[in-house]
């Protein structure tokens, strides 16, 4: 299946400041890149989409980029707040038939 | 009301205990699917089914077997549970296969002792 890397696994920023987190996959073929946000206990939820023919989509604070050439995209959190402390989940779509996600990457944000 | 429902919500059984969790969705949607999250939070796909027919069945145990009564419900069902088998489970659903928008249930978390 689609090999779906991301980092960092852990990240711990100051109120206010960025927070990027990126994810590499592996089949050339894959057209959709969501992410997804689960605070402690809660389920997984969209935050933000992007599709291969687009190569940036912001949305408020958050935005994603698309690197098709590098086989690459990023989460970018802009003026983090507490309440953006979650686990992270990036994800890719290709052929088949579900998402394969990445391993996560914990955000922890401090006042 | 709540979009895709799952029950229980937590779940403590023996080990060799035959157990299911059970998935509806309200929204309509022709696909849904089971995820996996271990204890290091890895999402893995192990089921989807679309329109009541079995698409993914990923290298799971036989001792797992997906039902879907109708488009609306899917069902886990697993014997002879193992420690190993201690996760939360997530039922999912999107409008049609090859539509990744998941809408995930608030999960199911299994504890085998």
């Known amino acids: 299946g689609e090999n779906v890397e991301q980092h960092p696994s852990t990240l711990s920023v100051q109120e206010g400041d960025s927070a990027v987190i990126k994810c590499t996959y592996s089949?050339?073929?894959?057209?959709?890149f969501p992410w997804y946000k689960q605070e402690l206990g809660k389920r997984p939820q969209l935050i933000i989409d992007?599709?291969?023919?687009?190569g940036e989509k912001k949305d408020q604070r958050i935005a994603v980029t698309l690197n098709k050439t590098a086989k690459h995209f990023s989460l970018h959190i802009t003026e983090t707040q507490p309440e953006d402390s979650a686990v992270y989940f990036c994800?890719?779509?290709?052929?088949?038939?579900?998402?394969?996600f990445g391993k996560g990457t914990s955000l922890l944000v401090t006042p | 009301d709540t979009a895709v429902s799952q029950t229980p919500k937590y779940l403590v059984t023996q080990m060799g205990n035959d157990k299911s969790i059970k998935c509806e969705q309200n929204?309509?949607?022709?696909?849904m699917y089971w995820y996996k999250q271990d204890s290091k939070k890895f999402l893995k796909i192990m089921f989807s089914?679309?329109?009541?027919?079995?698409?993914i069945n990923e290298t799971v145990p036989n001792r797992f077997s997906p039902k879907s009564p109708d488009k609306a419900h899917l069902n886990l069902h697993i014997n002879s549970l193992e420690l190993g088998d201690s996760a939360v489970y997530f039922c999912a659903s999107s409008r049609q296969v090859l539509d990744y928008g998941y809408t995930f249930g608030s999960g199911t978390r299994l504890t085998v002792v």
């Open positions: 994800a890719v779509a290709n052929s088949g038939y579900a998402l394969n």
């Open positions: 089949d050339s073929a894959s057209n959709y």
């Open positions: 929204l309509g949607h022709d696909t």
């Open positions: 992007i599709r291969s023919n687009v």
């Open positions: 089914y679309n329109n009541k027919e079995l698409i």
